[in-house]
C-alpha cells in the first residue's frame, strides 16, 4: 500500500504528547520519516518508539524550539537521519489564560518565545534546507488567531502573528519552491481542556468555545482521538503533493466545515467609487444564504 507522504521526511515540533504525537503518528501512517521533537525528550522518545512498534520510521529530538541554535540542530538531526527534510509542522506550543491585569510578564514571555519565536526559528532553518533542495512544505498550527476568547488575548495573539508570518513567509519562498500554510485546529485537547470552566467573574456566560450561541467557533463534536485524526488528514493534505500550488493560506476546522482564509486580492475600479468597491466585492465574499 502506498501512503501520501512515502519517502518524504517531516519535522513536528511539540510532539511528545496531545496534537503533536498524534500528528507524528498519523504522518508516519501516511509513509514519512518523522523526527519527533518535544523539549520533553522521555516522551519524544516513547512517540519515536510507538511509531517504529507500528512499523513506522521516526528518530526523537529533545531540543527546545525557543532557541535558534537548537532550531537548526532540530533540522540538522533530520537531514542526518532521513537525508532530506520535506515537512516541518510547527506545532509545539505554550498555553495559559489570565485577565490582561493579572498575566504574569514570565508567562508571557515564554509563550511568546515558544509560539512565535520558536515558529520562526524552526522555520528560518527548515526555510534554508528546503531552498536548497528548493522543494518542500511547512504547516503552521496557529490557534485562535483573530479569537476573542476571553483571558487568552496572549495566546490569541501569538496565534495572529503565526498567521501574519505564514502569509508573508509563503510569498518570499513561492519563488524556491517552498509552501507555508498554517491551520488553526479545534479546541479539543487536554491544553484548553484543563481550561474549560466557566468565567467566575461571569457565571451567568461560560465564555467557552462550545457555547451553543457561538455555532462560528472552532469545535468539533468529537473525541480528542478523533479531532486529532480530522486535523492530521488536513496537515496531511497540506503536506503531501496533491496541494501542490497551495501556499498562503489559513485552513481553520469550524465544526463540519473547513474555512480556507487566504490573501485575496480584488481589482477595483480606478476611481474607487463605491459601484467599483461593490462590483470588485460582490460575489468574491460568501454571502449569507
Ligand atoms: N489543545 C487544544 O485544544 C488546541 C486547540 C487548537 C490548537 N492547538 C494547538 O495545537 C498545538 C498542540 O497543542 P496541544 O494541546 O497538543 O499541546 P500540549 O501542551 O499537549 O503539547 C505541546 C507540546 O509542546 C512541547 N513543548 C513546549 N515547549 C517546547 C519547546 N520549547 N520546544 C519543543 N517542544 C516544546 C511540550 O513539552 C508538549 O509536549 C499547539 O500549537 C496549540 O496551540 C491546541
Not at 7 to 33: D, E, L, P, S, Y
Not at 168 to 174: G, P, Q, S, V
Not at 187 to 215: G, L
Request: hydrophobic residues 40%; contains cysteine.
Amino acid at each position: 500500500m502506498t501512503g501520501s507522504l512515502d519517502g518524504k521526511a517531516v519535522v513536528v515540533t511539540g510532539a511528545g504528547r496531545g496534537f503533536g504525537a498524534a500528528f507524528a503518528a498519523h504522518i508516519a501512517q501516511a509513509g514519512a520519516a518523522v523526527l519527533v521533537n518535544d523539549i520533553d525528550g522521555d516522551r519524544a522518545e516513547q512517540v519515536t518508539r510507538d511509531i517504529r512498534d507500528a512499523g513506522g520510521r521516526a528518530a526523537a529530538s529533545a531540543q527546545s524550539v525557543r532557541d535558534p541554535d537548537q532550531a537548526d540542530a532540530i533540522v540538522g538531526r533530520c537531514l542526518a537521519e532521513f537525508g532530506s527534510l520535506d515537512g516541518l509542522v510547527n506545532n509545539a506550543a505554550l498555553y495559559h489564560e489570565a485577565l490582561p491585569w493579572e498575566d504574569d510578564p514570565d508567562r508571557v514571555r515564554d509563550l511568546v518565545e515558544v509560539n512565535v519565536l520558536g515558529v520562526m526559528f524552526c522555520g528560518m532553518a527548515a526555510s534554508r534546507a528546503m531552498r536548497r533542495q528548493r522543494s518542500g512544505t511547512i504547516v503552521n498550527i496557529c490557534s485562535e488567531a483573530s479569537s476573542d476568547r476571553p483571558r487568552s488575548g496572549v495566546y490569541a495573539a501569538s496565534g495572529g502573528a503565526v498567521a501574519s508570518l505564514t502569509y508573508a513567509w509563503a510569498r518570499d519562498l513561492e519563488q524556491v519552491g517552498v509552501r507555508v500554510n498554517a491551520i488553526c485546529p479545534p479546541p479539543r485537547t487536554r491544553t484548553m481542556e484543563a481550561s474549560r470552566r466557566p468565567d467566575p467573574d461571569r457565571p451567568d456566560r461560560p465564555d467557552r468555545p462550545d457555547r451553543p450561541d457561538r455555532p462560528d467557533r472552532l469545535t468539533l463534536a468529537c473525541s480528542p482521538g478523533r479531532a486529532s485524526a480530522l486535523v492530521a488528514s488536513v496537515i496531511i493534505y497540506l503536506l503531501c503533493d496533491r496541494s501542490a500550488g497551495i501556499t498562503g493560506h489559513l485552513v481553520r476546522l469550524l465544526g463540519d466545515q473547513l474555512q480556507v482564509v487566504g490573501q485575496p486580492a480584488i481589482r477595483c475600479g480606478e476611481l474607487w467609487k463605491v459601484d467599483d468597491v461593490a462590483a470588485a466585492i460582490d460575489g468574491v465574499l460568501p454571502t449569507p444564504a
